[in-house]
């Protein structure tokens, strides 16, 4: 395995105003560009897809990149009749039905705070990754600590930079002040 990306989003990162929730402005800003930019990852797997309407927004952009098929998954039997395209129920805690180029897991693993569930999590989504794996976590909710040691990456510094507040924020006033994001980038080969 080898890691292109293992760092902290900036503000100098491109964003897609759009998307003005939370930080996913510049987490799905990130996936779309990394997508239209590579031919070869043509089915991707959107784990944990979401069930807020900024999600189906962000459905549907990745739906209109030419050459991709979309599958999207979720642990939620509520979302069995939504508009998502190729939907199916998945635990992405459990091992994967099948391989895919491009695995996405956005702003999933914080919420586990199991140090064990986020590692069998990251075996198993890297399991069902053909060649491309994107995480992004939010940062303090997901211990540094623990990527390192999972990805076998014990050196790996991060320069940190909150994105969600100061004068170089697109939400300036929001109430999370030590709020970052990580972003791993993995290519598997």
Same mark, same amino acid.
């Given at each position: 395995?080898?890691?292109?990306?293992?760092?902290?989003?900036?503000?100098?990162?491109?964003?897609?105003?759009?998307?003005?929730?939370?930080? /996913?402005?510049?987490?799905?800003?990130?996936?779309?560009?990394?997508?239209?930019?590579?031919?070869?990852?043509?089915?991707? $797997?959107?784990?944990?897809?979401?069930?807020?309407?900024?999600?189906?927004?962000?459905?549907?952009?990745?739906?209109?990149?030419?050459?991709?098929?979309?599958?999207?998954?979720?642990?939620?039997?509520?979302?069995?009749?939504?508009?998502?395209?190729?939907? $199916?129920?998945?635990?992405?805690?459990?091992?994967?039905?099948?391989?895919?180029?491009?695995?996405?897991?956005?702003?999933?693993?914080?919420?586990?705070?199991?140090?064990?569930?986020?590692?069998?999590?990251?075996?198993?989504?890297?399991?069902?990754?053909?060649?491309?794996?994107?995480?992004?976590?939010?940062?303090?909710?997901?211990?540094?600590?623990?990527?390192?040691?999972?990805?076998?990456?014990?050196? /790996?510094?991060?320069?940190?930079?909150?994105?969600?507040?100061?004068?170089?924020?697109?939400?300036?006033?929001?109430?999370?002040?030590?709020?970052?994001?990580?972003?791993?980038?993995?290519?598997?080969?």
């Amino acid at each position: 395995m080898q890691i292109q990306e293992l760092r902290f989003m900036t503000t100098t990162d491109p964003y897609d105003l759009s998307f003005q929730n939370w930080s /996913r402005c510049y987490e799905w800003e990130y996936v779309l560009n990394v997508l239209k930019s590579d031919p070869f990852l043509v089915t991707v $797997h959107n784990t944990a897809c979401g069930e807020a309407g900024i999600h189906k927004q962000f459905h549907d952009k990745l739906k209109a990149i030419p050459g991709k098929v979309i599958y999207n998954s979720d642990v939620r039997t509520s979302l069995i009749n939504t508009q998502f395209d190729n939907f $199916h129920l998945c635990n992405i805690i459990e091992k994967p039905i099948r391989k895919y180029d491009c695995v996405l897991c956005i702003s999933v693993l914080e919420d586990f705070l199991d140090y064990n569930i986020v590692n069998s999590t990251i075996k198993n989504l890297l399991e069902q990754t053909e060649k491309r794996l994107i995480i992004t976590c939010d940062y303090p909710g997901m211990p540094v600590d623990w990527l390192k040691t999972i990805l076998n990456e014990p050196d /790996r510094e991060f320069s940190t930079v909150n994105i969600l507040n100061g004068s170089t924020s697109i939400y300036p006033q929001r109430e999370f002040t030590n709020l970052n994001i990580i972003l791993l980038d993995i290519i598997v080969g």
